[in-house]
Nanobody, 127 residues
């Protein structure tokens, strides 16, 4: 079992920055791809970013490319999402997720490929 706990959400003005963290339990963190997803009110959950187990490969949604950066620290069992130049349309509940150790990274943009989810953290961007 893997437990994921997000932190770092909050209220920020447009153009501002936030860094989300996701702390994972268990000894298999470094074997799992990790992803961030978000869900805005009245909308379906959508993919934001993903990172491979070693951290050498990343994927981003087009809407956040150039503004968001995903990273991980396997020694700390933590994945991060640095969000810069935030826009009101980035307002959502952000959740981190972990795949199984055998899930290929090429599937990391697919929500159904993730086996474990955190409870989410609210990010609100005011205009």
């Amino acid at each position: 079992q893997v437990q994921l706990v997000e932190s770092g959400g909050g209220l920020v003005q447009a153009g501002g920055s936030l860094r989300l963290s996701c702390a994972a339990s268990g000894r298999t963190f470094s074997s799992r791809s990790m992803g961030w997803f978000r869900q805005a009110p009245g909308k379906e959950r959508e993919f934001v970013a993903a990172i491979s187990p070693s951290g050498t490969s990343t994927n981003y949604a087009d809407s956040v490319k150039g503004r968001f950066t995903i990273s991980r620290d396997n020694a700390k069992n933590t994945v991060y999402l640095q969000m810069n130049n935030l826009k009101p349309e980035d307002t959502a509940v952000y959740s981190c997720a972990a795949t199984t150790p055998t899930t290929p990274f090429r599937f990391s943009i697919i929500e159904s490929q993730y086996a474990y989810w955190g409870q989410g953290t609210q990010v609100t961007v005011s205009s």
